[in-house]
């Protein structure tokens, strides 16, 4: 099989993925709404592209932890990308006589149904590349990849449960629960991109040997 197109799509994909992880941080420093949800709902797409690669890239015996993981990715797509696109449509412009308190329920702050949406959708993300982890088995590179896949879900994981922890919040969203998901996110950012970085490095190197 020619692994040339699985390596082109793995390496765009994961590089457009660390894209998104780096302007979703620009957004969380200079405070930018639009460009944090914008990042959020470019990445899920990304996301699933980058485990479709892998799942290519993996071999025979291992595709099953693969699947695994882009399964999971999917249902974090579904979920997240949702998420942002009503925050950047129906929250942003709501046209319909819909009543201030009914609309509360899509506001992405800690507490609302979408924010508790959003949460899952990430988990499923962690699970993804858990999942997936099993692939990578082939040298230094794989092997910083497999533990950061691994990692990713028992640090992050545990986000699961946040919307079930009652934090002090105002209407507005800020307050303690919006300080420390804005520092939990930079966290993410820093961390996850590495390991996009990682996967991007992993495919280019296919692509140089395939000449």
């Not at 949702?82 to 899509?106: G, R, S």
């Not at 992050?156 to 307050?175: D, H, K, Q, R, W």
Request: hydrophobic fraction near 55%.
């Amino acid at each position: 099989m020619n692994q040339k197109p699985v390596a082109k799509l793995g390496f765009w994909s994961s590089a457009l993925t660390t894209l998104m992880i780096a302007l979703f941080f620009i957004s969380l420093v200079i405070g930018n709404q639009t460009m944090m949800f914008a990042s959020s709902f470019l990445l899920a797409p990304a996301f699933v592209a980058v485990m479709t690669s892998i799942h290519h890239y993996a071999s025979a015996e291992k595709k099953v932890w693969s699947q695994l993981g882009l399964s999971f990715a999917v249902i974090y797509a579904v979920l997240c990308a949702l998420t942002y696109y009503i925050q950047l449509t129906f929250v942003k412009n709501n046209y319909l006589p819909v009543a201030e308190e009914a609309a509360l329920l899509f506001v992405f702050i800690p507490g609302t149904p979408i924010f508790a949406q959003d949460m899952l959708g990430y988990a499923f993300m962690t699970a993804a590349t858990l999942g997936a982890a099993p692939v990578f088995a082939g040298g230094k590179l794989e092997s910083w990849i497999k533990w950061l896949f691994i990692f990713h879900a028992v640090l992050f994981l545990p986000a699961i449960v946040i919307p079930a922890i009652p934090m002090p919040v105002n209407e507005t969203g800020t307050g303690v629960g919006d300080l420390v998901g804005r520092y939990a996110n930079i966290v993410w950012c820093v961390y996850f991109g590495t390991a996009m970085i990682l996967v991007a490095s992993m495919f280019r190197g296919m692509i140089r040997r395939a000449g």
